[in-house]
């Protein structure tokens, strides 16, 4: 059974930077796809960005494109969200979840629905 552990929250000022990191045990990275989600207080989850596990395709919600980058790293089944220029409302407890489809494409896959096994979360606090 996966098991991921999201860790590297924390609080920010507007414009700085965070990386998180999603620890997967249980498992390969290249089994799956690996996605990022966030939600904030009162609001739906959301899907930020999502990294396939057998050849490393990337794919961005609009709102994060440009700050966001997201890696991996199968050797160590970790994947990360390197997170620039950040803002306000990037405040939110962010999630790593994976998906079974190994060939995730277009932004279905940022619907969070689409993921089965799930972190328990980090906080983001972007404010100063």
């Known amino acids: 059974q996966v098991q991921l552990v999201e860790s590297g929250g924390g609080l920010v000022q507007p414009g700085g930077s965070l990386r998180l990191s999603c620890a997967a045990s249980?498992?390969?990275?290249?089994?799956?796809?690996i996605g990022w989600f966030r939600q904030a207080p009162g609001k739906l989850r959301e899907g930020v960005s999502y990294?396939?596990?057998?050849?490393?395709?990337?794919y961005y919600t609009d709102s994060v494109k440009g700050r966001f980058t997201i890696s991996r790293v199968n050797a160590q089944s970790t994947v990360y969200l390197q997170m620039n220029s950040l803002k306000p409302e990037d405040t939110a407890v962010y999630y790593c979840?994976?998906?079974?489809?190994?060939?995730?494409?277009?932004?279905?896959?940022?619907?969070?629905?689409?993921?089965?096994?799930w972190g328990l979360g980090t906080q983001v606090t972007v404010s100063s």
């Open positions: 249980g498992t390969r990275l290249d089994y799956y796809t």
């Open positions: 990294i396939r596990g057998t050849d490393g395709y990337t």
């Open positions: 979840a994976t998906s079974p489809q190994r060939y995730a494409s277009g932004s279905y896959y940022l619907l969070p629905g689409t993921y089965n096994s």
